[in-house]
């Protein structure tokens, strides 16, 4: 059975400053992982995507996660954080057979401090 | 925009009440899917449609009932529903349900439902 793990339901950083939020997963098969974010009142936008190619996933707005196999883990990292990326961020699983359910984890809440 | 679209935004109704939330897609997929967001809880998933089809129903109360009656719009009506339905009600499309990328979604900005 697949399942996902965030880690931190809330991080807090200065603008500036990196950041890195965490997710663990468990899957039976290959898996597929994706980080999606959402912001207030928004539907949930796709950020990045990992399928079993490169193991350091780039996304969007400067946002890369890289895929560790051996730790079962696909960490959302950004250099330098910006205003603009306060919203709460979801690390989703989905296998690489059959029927692709995504699972999505808790969801972290990502606040950026002037 | 993702091409997603939901109506309404926001609804307020009674427990007695019957209405429909609407998502429209303009992305050419097959595949459709409710979830509901609640507070402090994960992202669930309701209801999956593939080329019209039902294929997934997560265990859903039947006073939720989906209609999909094509590939490019999906209704939840809803009927006597509980104040512990008040939640966020996110559609996604998908191009189908089967490998990546194809499976993957994109979601509307949901409709807030508040059941007083």
């Known amino acids: 059975a697949q399942s996902v793990t965030q880690l931190d339901s809330h991080v807090s950083v200065s603008e500036g400053t990196p950041v890195l939020l965490r997710c663990n997963y468990s899957?039976?098969?290959?898996?597929?992982l994706f980080w999606y974010v959402q912001h207030p009142n928004k539907g949930l936008q796709l950020l990045l995507k990992?399928?079993?190619?490169?193991?350091l996933v780039k996304g969007i707005n400067g946002f890369e996660a890289e895929f560790k196999k051996s730790e079962t883990s696909f960490h959302l990292t950004k250099p330098s954080a910006h205003m603009s990326d306060a919203a709460e961020y979801f690390c989703?699983?989905?296998?690489?057979?059959?029927?692709?359910?995504?699972?999505f984890g808790a969801g972290t809440r990502l606040a950026v401090h002037p | 925009e993702t091409g997603v679209t939901q109506t309404p935004r926001h609804l307020v109704m009674g427990m007695t009440n019957k209405k429909s939330l609407k998502c429209e897609q303009h992305?050419?997929?097959?595949?459709m899917y409710w979830y509901k967001q609640s507070a402090k809880k994960p992202l669930e998933l309701m209801f999956v449609?593939?080329?019209?089809?039902?294929?997934e129903n997560n265990s859903v109360p039947s006073r939720f009932s989906p209609e999909c009656p094509n590939s490019s719009h999906l209704f939840l009506h809803l009927h006597t529903l509980q104040p512990e339905d008040s939640a966020l009600y996110l559609c996604?499309?998908?191009?189908?349900?089967?490998?990546?990328?194809?499976?993957?979604?994109?979601f509307g900005a949901g409709t807030r439902l508040s059941v007083l």
């Open positions: 996604a499309s998908s191009q189908d349900t089967s490998v990546v990328p194809k499976n993957i979604q994109y």
């Open positions: 899957s039976s098969y290959s898996p597929s």
């Open positions: 990992y399928t079993s190619a490169a193991t």
């Open positions: 989703v699983v989905s296998d690489a057979g059959g029927y692709n359910k995504l699972i």
């Open positions: 992305l050419g997929h097959n595949a």
């Open positions: 449609y593939n080329f019209k089809e039902q294929t």
